[in-house]
């Protein structure tokens, strides 16, 4: 099975982590993604970080796709940073509201994706592809669905080309999330994000927080496995798997990896659904 597939880091704290990834993404890159994404933390606390990693992928030749959060920025710093990217010969970027760190009150001049969205189109015109967030079991801070869907909107209008989901388990959260927003004239292609399963009791709690549903039938199954790593790794390699040919085969332009910054299991998946 041929598709276009891409993947996403997170910037490390530790001159460590920084050389363990550029070992993982060394063997990540055989496997031709689309592009690398760097991740940008809580209220931009990342910023320099992430534009070092940008940086590195992009000298060893590798699209690099930087995240870019308006949340506790100024308009000025935005357009600093855009202006950076630009610099360095970056054409897309993932643009999203972004979380406030730990004791942040300053939400920043642009407060919600759309408005970010406009900012950079409005300054910088089409020099970048713009990718958003999608949230196909909706967002955790949504009072409901139909608010979900209209902030969605809004961020396409504004002048988004593609998106990204939050990553789920259950394939019908997506196709049904795609139908509601085609019906409200959303055209762009709307990439499914992919979390391979490794620590279980980890995922769990942070899919609880971030609203995406791990499926009862999984959930009992892998607890059913106890300690068992290898029988964890199996059911969480045969689920995900699954999800990922399904996704393909009904439809979907692609898949984002949410790699964690390791290459086993991302690379294990991707040699199944190639088939």
């Known amino acids: 099975m041929t598709f276009e597939f891409s993947i996403e880091f997170f910037p490390p704290q530790t001159t460590e982590g920084l050389e363990k990834l550029k070992a993982e993404r060394a ?58 990217f630009m610099a360095a010969g970056i054409r897309r970027l993932v643009a999203l509201r972004g979380d406030l760190s730990s004791g942040m009150a300053d939400m920043g001049e642009l407060r919600h994706a759309n408005e970010l ?27 409901n669905p139909r608010e979900d ?32 927003v085609r019906k409200l004239g959303v055209e762009i292609p709307i990439v ?14 942070f899919s609880d927080a971030c609203g995406a549903e791990i499926p009862r039938w999984l959930r009992k199954k892998i607890e059913s ?8 790794h199996a059911c969480g390699l045969d689920a995900v798997s699954e999800l990922c040919r399904r996704l393909l085969q009904n439809g979907a332009p692609g898949l984002h990896f949410y790699s964690m910054n390791q290459s086993a299991l991302t690379t294990q998946i991707l040699e199944r659904v190639r088939g």
């Open 225 to 232: 496995y106890g300690d068992d790593a290898a029988a964890i």
């Open 149 to 180: 869907l209209q902030n969605f909107v809004r961020k396409v209008r504004a002048g988004a080309n593609s998106a990204i989901t939050q990553y789920f388990y259950n394939a019908d959260a997506y196709f049904r999330f795609v139908d509601d």
């Open 117 to 143: 969205v406009a900012f950079i189109r409005a300054e910088t015109g089409d020099w970048f592809h713009i990718d958003v967030a999608a949230y196909p079991e909706w967002h955790p801070q949504a009072r």
């Open 27 to 84: 063997l990540l890159a055989r496997l031709e993604p689309a592009f690398f994404s760097v991740t940008y933390g809580a209220g931009g606390s990342t910023r320099e970080r992430t534009f070092r990693v940008v940086r590195e992928i992009a000298a060893e030749g590798h699209p690099a796709v930087p995240h870019l959060s308006s949340i506790g920025a100024s308009r000025a710093e935005i357009r600093a940073m855009l202006d950076d």
């Open 192 to 205: 499914p994000g992919i979390m391979p399963i490794n620590n279980f009791s980890r995922l769990a709690r």
